[in-house]
C-alpha cells in the first residue's frame, strides 16, 4: 500500500505514520528525517541542506523529489511506503505524481490528519524535551519536578520548533503551501479525512477502519 499523510505541524503525522508501518509492513518515509541524519552525518547533501535551511530558506523542489526519488528505489519500498513530510506544495506533488507514473505505481489513499490550530499551539507549546531522549509535555506528562527530567535529572528543555511563536508560523506556511494538496487529492477522489484531536489510537483506529473499506 502507497499512502501519503498530510496534516499541519502537531497533528501527529510521525506517530501514525510509524503505527501504520509497522501494522502494514511497509516503510515510513519522513523527508524530515532524511534531510536531518545527513546533516548530522555531514554529507554532501547534508551540507547543501544545511546552508538553505539556515538561511531561512526551503530545499528546493527537485531536489526534494531527487531525495524521494533515490528513497523509493530501494528494496523495501517495493511493497509499498508511507510519506510523512511530502509532499508539501503542489509542484512536488505534481513531479511526484509524474514519478510514479513512469514506474507505473499509483497512490491508495491520502490521510489527511486535521486538528485545529490552536490545539496545536497548545500541544506542541506544552513540549518540553530532555538530552536523554526523553519527551513530557506540561500538561498531559509533566515530569515529577518541574522542569527536570525524571530519568536522569537533567534540565529540560523547549525545543525552538516549539516555541509558540515558531509553531504559529509554521502553522501560517502550513495553511499556505500544504493546504492546496487537499484540493489536488481531493480532485483524485484520494482523501481520507481524519480527526487528529482524538487520542492517539483512536486516530489509528479510524484511520484503519478507513484503509479496510479502500481494500
Given at each position: 500500500m502507497r499512502l501519503i499523510l498530510l496534516g499541519p505541524p502537531g497533528a501527529g503525522k510521525g506517530t501514525q505514520a510509524a503505527l501504520l508501518s509497522e501494522a502494514l509492513g511497509v516503510p515510513h518515509i519522513s523527508t524530515g528525517d532524511i534531510f536531518r541524519r545527513n546533516i548530522k552525518e555531514q554529507t554532501e547533501l547534508g551540507k547543501k541542506v544545511s546552508g538553505i535551511l539556515e538561511s531561512g530558506g526551503l530545499v528546493p523542489d527537485d531536489l526534494t523529489c531527487e531525495i524521494v526519488r533515490d528513497r523509493l528505489n530501494r528494496d523495501d519500498c517495493r511493497g509499498g511506503f508511507i510519506m510523512d513530510g511530502f509532499p508539501r506544495t503542489l509542484p512536488q506533488a505534481e513531479m511526484f505524481e509524474r514519478m510514479l507514473d513512469e514506474n507505473n505505481q499509483r497512490i491508495d489513499a491520502v490521510i489527511n490528519i486535521t486538528a485545529d490550530d490552536a490545539v496545536i499551539v497548545k500541544r506542541m507549546s506544552g513540549?518540553?524535551?530532555?538530552?536523554?531522549?526523553?519527551?513530557?509535555?506540561?500538561?498531559?506528562?509533566?515530569?515529577?519536578?518541574?522542569?527536570?527530567?525524571?530519568?536522569?535529572?537533567?534540565?529540560?528543555?523547549?525545543?525552538?520548533?516549539?516555541?509558540?511563536?515558531?509553531?504559529?508560523?509554521?502553522?501560517?506556511?502550513?495553511?499556505?503551501?500544504?493546504?492546496?494538496?487537499?484540493d489536488f487529492y481531493s480532485r483524485r477522489g484520494l482523501i481520507i479525512e481524519v480527526n487528529g484531536d482524538k487520542p492517539i489510537e483512536d486516530t489509528f483506529e479510524d484511520i484503519m477502519a478507513a484503509l479496510g473499506r479502500r481494500s
Open positions: 513540549r518540553r524535551m530532555c538530552s536523554c531522549g526523553k519527551v513530557y509535555h506540561v500538561v498531559s506528562h509533566p515530569p515529577k519536578k518541574e522542569g527536570i527530567c525524571d530519568s536522569c535529572g537533567s534540565p529540560l528543555y523547549i525545543r525552538d520548533d516549539d516555541r509558540e511563536e515558531t509553531v504559529r508560523s509554521r502553522l501560517k506556511t502550513y495553511h499556505e503551501q500544504t493546504s492546496p494538496l487537499i
